[in-house]
């Protein structure tokens, strides 16, 4: 069994592409075949390799590894198509020469006027034949003598064309709405069908999983395997990926591309898991598995035909849970990035990622994507006491004496305690508050969490105080935003008071 994917580098890899890439995938892997990545790049304007380089990237990030590729040779190359401009032209001779294809002069002007009368006519817009009748010799002769003609297939008259889909079925349809398609254009580049014809035959490939928007293209392509005695693939034509208001996925709906994706801070597992289950379930309720469960699961039989919707609320689902079984290492080195833009990092130390490291279980189970953790940290680096008591909020809350009286206890009992409070000196800490000052409860948390953040909410006082501790005796440079101890900050609430 061999599989492709076959993307135009002329743009980011769109979700709905990446799908089709994986559902490939995940059949080679699954029935231990082979997967070729193929690149289309005959649109000479609009195909460059920093886009093939970041096709390349991002299918590497998902995990979608190839056997046969651009840089990787299993004998079937070259593996773009610009590569193979020869090969296209060789085949297309061999189609004139035996009359399934023929020199086309029409002018786009002789064209626009054939389309504008058919659709006048009722008729369905398709190439009217106009050059068919041409003696092939005097063709091929203008065509020595300089003028410019495209090489259109010759379709058969009066015919059904019948192929078998193996999401939807059988699939039959009438020569009689097909106008011949052009094969070579008279830069004597390949048109789309018949480049993936020939490459498709010639690379060995058996099987053909796209996106539904090709099926009007496969009865061209079955007639262009006939016309040389070549086997065609099995064809499966998956539904499109449509946004939530069951319009088909585009930028308005937000992220479309695998690299924005990414740099919201989503993980590859997640995204891949989730694409799996746009038009395929893996059966027993089983929903989130890692990628080899799922190529092990994978089938054509159980892909549905109708169309699939992207949720990026259930996106951020996967994506939650695999955040909380990713390595806290791991998480931390990818964190780094979001820092730096939120101005919180630079180049963090190896001390710095130990420490970022050591905070990302109070990230990971209260974030949906990892762009939002300088959110979840900025209560770390914070702490300006002079901006918590220039809000009206704040100074309400400690106009009472007892809030006052808490937050006079904190400062003085964390200037006797040991510098660095983890969980259980910082739970000590509070209990000697509580005995002072007779507070519990919020009456006795909530100031302490003011008088060491400045903020109401954010995460557990118990993990959140050590963390800033440990920032806070980082060595300098660390790397990192300068951090103020608990210590001097509840000393200067304190004052402030």
Known sequence: MRLRFAPSPTGHLHVGNARTALFNWLLARGQRGTFVLRIEDTDRERSTLESERTIFDDLRWLGLDWDEGPDRDGGHGPYRQSERLEIYRSHAAELLENSHAYYCFCTPEQLEADRQAASAAGLPPRYSGRCRAIDPAKAAARVAAGESAVIRFRVPDQRDVAFEDAVRGRVVVSTEVIGDPVLMRSDRTPAYNFAVVVDDALMGITQVIRGEDHISNTPRQVLIYEAFGWTPPRFAHLSLVLGPDHAPLSKRHGATSV????????????????????????????????????????????????????????LAWANRHYLKLAEPVRLAALVVRYLRKAGLATDPSPAAIAWLASVMPMVSGAVDRLDQAPDRLHLVFSGNVAAALAREEVRTEFAPDAARGVARALAEDLANAGRLLDRE?????????????????????????????????????DLLVPAIDRAAELQSPSGLAPVTGCRERAAAFAQAL
Do not use: C, M
């Not at 739970?427 to 400045?454: C, M």
């Open 259 to 314: 690299a924005e994706f990414r740099e919201k801070g989503y993980l590859p597992e997640a995204l891949v898991n989730y694409l799996a289950l746009i038009g395929w379930s893996p059966g027993d309720r089983d929903e989130l598995l890692p990628l080899d469960e799922l190529a092990r699961r994978f089938s054509l039989g159980g892909v549905s035909h109708s169309a699939g919707v992207f949720d990026e609320e259930k």
């Open 425 to 461: 000196l910082f739970r000590a800490a509070a209990q000697r508050v509580r005995d002072r000052t007779g507070q519990k409860g919020r009456g006795l948390f909530h100031p302490i969490r003011v008088a060491l953040t400045g903020e109401a909410d954010g995460p557990e006082l």
